[in-house]
């Protein structure tokens, strides 16, 4: 079965500073995986995914990340965060024979300190 | 383009009680998976239909049901709720492979 571990269920960040959200993942076959972002009393928007391909995934916002199969991992990075991204964030994973059936994490709340 | 779309937004409900929450999935889409997501966690697999067909199922009671309409909407039903059915309950839509869409959600609370 396919698992997500997100440490640290708050994270804080000064506005401008780096934000860094660790993901790593477990998987028997190749990973599709995902970050979601969540904000109050809303549903789930992606952020990023990656699939195939090329292992730097850039999304919106500022948001990237980077696919790391020796690592298993799938840490999320923006360089200057601000207040606008403070939210909850998912990392999912799924694979091409889960038809598309995601496993999250359970989630990094993001504090941005002004 | 419309996304995915779920209706109601909130409601209200009784222990014992049965709800139905829909979903109309994104233009194109045709997989329509659900998902719960309690208070402080992530959201949990319930089940997904394709072809109007429940193609897989996680691990929820038989309490949880759902449908596929030909139009690839969805419906979720939940009989003789408890207070720990309360949740978000989450609609994604999809094609065959990603992205995988999320609606809004319907916030249910039992009491």
């Known amino acids: 079965a396919q698992s997500v571990t997100q440490l640290g269920s708050h994270v804080s960040v000064s506005e401008g500073a780096l934000v860094l959200l660790r993901c790593n993942y477990s998987s028997s076959v190749p990973p599709y995986l995902f970050w979601y972002v969540q904000y109050p009393n809303q549903g789930l928007q992606l952020l990023l995914k990656y699939t195939t391909g090329a292992t730097l995934v850039k999304g919106i916002n500022g948001f990237e990340a980077e696919f790391k199969k020796s690592e298993t991992s799938f840490h999320l990075t923006k360089p200057s965060a601000h207040m606008s991204d403070a939210a909850e964030y998912f990392c999912?994973?799924?694979?091409?024979?889960?038809?598309?059936?995601?496993?999250f994490g359970k989630g990094n709340q993001v504090v941005v300190i002004p | 383009d419309a996304g995915v779309t779920q209706s109601p937004t909130h409601l209200i409900k009784t222990r014992g009680q049965q709800v139905t929450l829909r979903c109309s999935p994104k233009?194109?889409?045709?997989?329509v998976s659900w998902y719960q997501q309690a208070l402080g966690q992530g959201p949990q697999f319930i089940f997904q239909y394709y072809e109007e067909e429940e193609r897989q199922r996680g691990n929820f009671p038989d309490r949880f049901s759902g449908h596929q309409f030909p139009n690839y909407s969805s419906e979720l039903n939940v009989n003789a709720l408890l207070l720990g059915d309360s949740a978000l309950y989450l609609c994604?839509?999809?094609?065959?492979?990603?992205?995988?869409?999320f609606g809004e959600g319907s916030w249910l609370t039992v009491v």
């Open positions: 994604a839509s999809s094609r065959s492979t990603p992205p995988i869409y």
């Open positions: 233009s194109g889409h045709d997989t």
């Open positions: 999912a994973v799924s694979d091409l024979y889960g038809n598309n059936r995601l496993a």
